[in-house]
């Protein structure tokens, strides 16, 4: 967390007004590194181009109106160009964690890997962090995904107990007890250097769907896993929660960090 | 957690650049003389139709100014489902830091959109601020529950 910092008065140098016309004040050349040296943010910030005063001329210069012809062309360039982003079937990997049914972009699964110890880090106590897996022979971080979403893994498990079978599982139409405990599994995922693993209660595989198939999250989900759910989608009349693999990963890297 | 600023009168904003789709200049942009205050009127992107609200009318009663620092934010509204842009000032600057530097402001007014999380650097407050939450009902209804007239 960063120091409380006071209000620098010299930031208001800059004036606009509704001509758009900017008197600057530069400063950098009367007292800054450019003039005497004798401003006193210089020893706060060292160099002019690391003082917010500048920052603020320099953003000052742009609250002016455009030069006559700077906008023509652009109407043309933006119907014509080819949208950013064409996705329209996703790939996703659909998993369980206790009574919540999620997914992950397929593209960042590495592999499902039966679960095995999971060696705890003595010193290191961080929320989410479960400790150390071998995974192929190399060390893998377990988190717990439940902590990281505010989800609880557990739930579902004591279903499972009781055999409730309106949980149901892949294959279970004969009345079996919903889930057990060898459904377990380690998901293992990636993106880019980072890798993690993760404990999940049972494993679905993967899934095409259209992207048009996603829907909004209701309200009624909770507001830190809706943090993390980019939209939901409806496959074998549930209601699967599919995550944002960005934010996950930022916040893995605050749990790891 | 990457944010992209702007400045609503003399109050800063920031929202997360993982709901702005893209950053545009101010363009021409096909009125709709009906339409309530604050719809500026829509723009051809990749073929469909955008609306564009001007947020300095909505919010405070008068137009944007149109300066090089005005731009119009493209951002995904209702889940990330509809584009809607929005026209607003200074929009010129992006922050980067850590999403528990907003703290929560304990203050929460009605009619202006509730004052959310709240960074405080060198120039003062910058509140964080939800695409959703941009718009005054009002709106809201007209823009995106009765089609936009041709």
């Known amino acids: 967390m960063t120091d409380r910092v006071p209000i620098q008065r010299n930031l208001t140098a800059t004036i606009a007004s509704d001509q758009g016309l900017t008197r600057v004040d530069d400063c950098w050349n009367r007292i800054g590194v450019r003039g005497d040296g004798s401003c006193p943010e210089l020893r706060r910030h060292v160099h002019c181009r690391s003082c917010p005063t500048y920052f603020a001329a320099a953003a000052a210069l742009l609250d002016r109106a455009p030069p006559p012809g700077h906008l023509s062309g652009w109407p043309s360039r933006l119907a014509h160009r080819e949208p950013v982003e064409v996705e329209t079937v996703l790939s996703i990997f659909i998993f369980r964690l206790g009574a919540h049914w999620l997914a992950l972009p397929a593209a960042v699964l590495d592999e499902v890997v039966d679960l095995g110890t999971i060696h705890s880090l003595p010193h290191r106590r961080r929320a989410g962090v479960l400790g150390l897996v071998s995974v192929h022979g190399a060390l893998r971080v377990c988190v717990s995904l439940g902590q990281i979403l505010g989800l609880d893994e557990e739930e579902g498990s004591e279903a499972c107990e009781e055999g409730d079978e309106s949980q149901g599982s892949a294959g279970s139409g004969k009345g079996e007890p919903a889930c057990r405990s060898r459904d377990r599994r380690l998901l293992a995922i990636r993106r880019g250097a980072g890798r993690v693993v993760f404990p999940v209660t049972e494993v679905h595989g993967l899934q095409r769907i259209e992207a048009r198939e996603q829907g909004p999250i209701p309200a009624t989900v909770a507001r830190m896993a809706a943090a993390f759910t980019r939209s939901l989608v409806t496959w074998r009349e549930r209601s699967v929660g599919l995550l944002d693999e960005h934010r996950l990963f930022q916040a893995l890297a605050r749990s790891l960090a | ?150």
């Not at chain 2, 600023?5 to 709901?19: C, H, K, S």
């Not at chain 2, 205050?37 to 990749?46: E, K, N, Q």
């Not at chain 2, 010129?92 to 907003?102: G, H, K, M």
């Not at chain 2, 407050?125 to 529950?145: G, H, K, M, N, T």
């Open chain 2, 1 to 150: 957690m990457l944010f992209l600023l702007f400045q609503l009168g003399d109050d800063r904003y920031a929202i997360d650049v993982e709901q702005v789709a893209e950053v545009l200049p101010l363009l021409d942009l096909k009125a709709f003389p009906l339409a309530p205050r604050g719809v500026a009127g829509a723009f051809d992107y990749h073929g469909s139709p955008v609306p564009v609200i001007d947020l300095s009318e909505v919010m405070l009663g008068r137009p944007a100014r149109r300066w090089l620092s005005t731009r119009l934010i493209l951002v995904q509204y209702a889940g990330g489902r509809r584009l809607l842009g929005v026209i607003a000032e200074r929009a010129t600057e992006t922050l980067r830091c850590e999403r528990a530097e907003f703290v929560d402001s304990g203050v929460a007014s009605d009619g202006a959109p509730s004052l959310g999380p709240v960074r405080a650097d060198a120039r003062g407050l910058v509140q964080w601020i939800e695409v959703d939450s941009l718009l005054p009902e009002a709106v809201r209804q007209v823009l995106f529950q009765e089609a936009l007239p041709a």
